[in-house]
């Protein structure tokens, strides 16, 4: 972006005012992508490589009213999409169908392909680096996560996890950071393995007579460590830098010091375990993940365990790893390629070096020069439209196309629907204005006076600010109170100084009493 800015610049002095930005676009960049920022738009071209950065910014264009030209490329594929404020549906008004993912029994006993396990990995990375320790510092900074679980299956898996990370897990300095995952190795690569082949020997034949090991099925082989083995060092280095980053434990590259005390490390023999269920099929897989004991004689235990060092935790400084593939020095695709090797190794399928596997993992196709120029040109035309101050629809055009068939596909933009509550028809495209600070009370009856609404519940983002079933006595109190003073109650937390507005979801009631959708609606902080 920085070198496309400049390189305008020096074609076209007229270019000179492009400033280049380097940062994401999400909620963690709102205090530079402020209200005022996106005041001096005319309008938006997104060309972004994610759903959730799409989305994102198809949101930000709905609530400031700005057209949005929306585009994106897929090895040949290119698609172009307006969005006109007041006229058209947004982006997120219609979704892609899902991707085709690969069956759990597969990713967990079956592998056949290295797609199959750099998925695996990447779970793997997932439970071990983000799930969990995102748990742990719930649990600690939380009062009641644990709560919030819904079902006693779940409350013992996340309760076991926490009673070994902050148990006989937790790390004191960077070489009990790589004593864990020397036993991480063992018991992905060795004991699991073992385990399969005990309960389906390398001979087992199934009810046909066939062999059970045949087809897409590889019979594996166990895998021993070897710390003269790059992979397996590979392995060691990634996963004890991640534990100690989660942890905020120092990390280190020393090859040779981590070697040493891997090599050191002894782990018990694995003892075969009988009664142990291994999902064959895809329904199996399901009904396993679907069925959960009570474990409540457990969860006590365990519960009562934590309890107890509580205080002992709050010195904890727990960091979460969120996946983030294009930092080369995170550890983060070492230790998906490492562990994808592995597994690969224990299955006899052909590694994937760490560039193959950041395509894979990240579903990265290569771009075309060709597809980004056809759509960098039909977005263009687009966007001449608008400059022109075009409003008739029907002069915009979608486009989809395919350079490999080839196809060309145009379309007009889909209006946006329309929806009614008494005679008021409206889009997503509107809200109701209010002007702030009034009390939650005066909320309630200048919906009822203005408009014949009744409010039955309200909310700001995740939290519920005010709802019918209520007791009358905290009713009464939020009603009395400022919105801005709730929404900091409720949350917790201050409205950040850059924030002029905030958005309020809310259910209404007609004068018959019966639920009707309504726009949102934007609260005006004065």
């Known amino acids: 972006v920085s070198t496309q800015s400049t390189g305008s610049s020096g074609i076209n002095a007229e270019y000179g005012r492009i400033t280049a930005h380097q940062n994401r676009v999400g909620p963690e960049t709102e205090k530079i992508y402020t209200d005022a920022f996106f005041a001096e738009l005319d309008g938006v071209a997104n060309a ?96 009641k996560f644990l709560e919030k679980q819904k079902s006693p299956g779940a409350l013992l898996a996340i309760l076991e996890g926490l009673n070994k990370d902050l148990g006989e897990d937790l790390p004191k300095d960077f070489s009990d950071c790589i004593r864990w995952a020397r036993f991480l190795f063992d018991v992905n690569f060795n004991h699991t393995i073992a385990q399969l082949l005990y309960n389906f020997p390398k001979d087992q034949r199934t009810t046909s007579g066939a062999l059970f090991w045949s087809g897409p099925k590889r019979c594996p082989n166990i895998l021993k460590f070897d710390a003269d083995n790059e992979e397996h060092l590979n392995f060691i280095v990634a996963a004890a830098n991640l534990r100690a980053f989660n942890y905020s434990i120092e990390q280190t590259r020393d090859r040779d010091m981590i070697k040493e005390v891997a090599s050191k490390v002894i782990v018990p023999d694995f003892v075969p375990k009988t009664g142990v269920k291994i999902a064959v099929t895809e ?24 309890s107890g060092k509580m205080d002992s935790f709050k010195s904890l400084n727990i960091q ?7 930092d080369d020095t995170n550890f983060h695709m070492d230790f998906v390629t490492a562990c994808s090797n592995a597994r690969a190794s224990c299955y006899r399928i052909a590694p994937a070096d760490k560039h193959k596997t950041k395509l894979i993992a990240g579903k990265i196709i290569p771009a075309i020069a060709t597809t980004t120029a056809v759509v960098a040109g039909l977005v263009s035309l687009e966007m001449y ?54 009390t939650l009370q005066e909320l309630l009856d200048m919906f009822q ?39 900091e109650t409720v949350t917790k937390k201050k409205i950040p100084a850059h924030k002029k507005a905030l958005v309020l979801e809310i259910c209404c009631n007609d004068e018959e009493g019966e639920d009707v959708d309504t726009p949102y609606i934007n609260y005006l902080l004065p």
């Open 48 to 143: 972004l490589d994610n759903v959730d950065a799409r989305s994102y910014m198809d949101r930000r264009c709905v609530y400031y009213k700005l057209p949005l030209l929306e585009s994106g490329t897929l090895g040949t594929k290119g698609n172009i999409q307006v969005v006109l404020p007041h006229i058209t549906e947004s982006y997120s008004s219609s979704q892609d169908p899902p991707e085709k993912t690969i069956p759990m029994c597969t990713l967990k006993n079956f592998p056949n392909a290295i797609e199959h396990t750099i998925q695996w990995a990447r779970d793997q990375f997932e439970g071990l680096f983000t799930k969990g320790p995102e748990n742990t510092q719930k649990f600690i900074s939380e009062p």
């Open 283 to 306: 329904a199996e897989a399901e009904a396993q993940t679907d069925s959960h004991e009570d474990g409540s004689g457990k969860t006590d235990d365990i519960l009562t365990n934590l």
């Open 320 to 326: 979460v790893a969120d996946f983030e593939k294009d």
């Open 385 to 438: 439209k608008m400059i022109a101050g075009e409003d008739d629809v029907e002069k915009y055009k979608n486009a989809f196309l395919n350079l490999a068939l080839p196809l060309f596909t145009f379309s007009e933009p889909i209006c946006a629907p329309k929806n009614k509550y008494y005679e008021v028809e409206w889009t997503l495209w509107d809200r109701f204005e209010v002007k702030g600070d009034i």
């Open 449 to 487: 006076k203005e408009h014949k609404l009744e409010i039955s519940m309200l909310s700001q983002g995740v939290s519920m600010l005010y709802a019918f079933f209520m007791p009358p006595a905290k009713k009464k109190e939020r009603g009395a109170m400022k919105l801005t003073e709730i929404v």
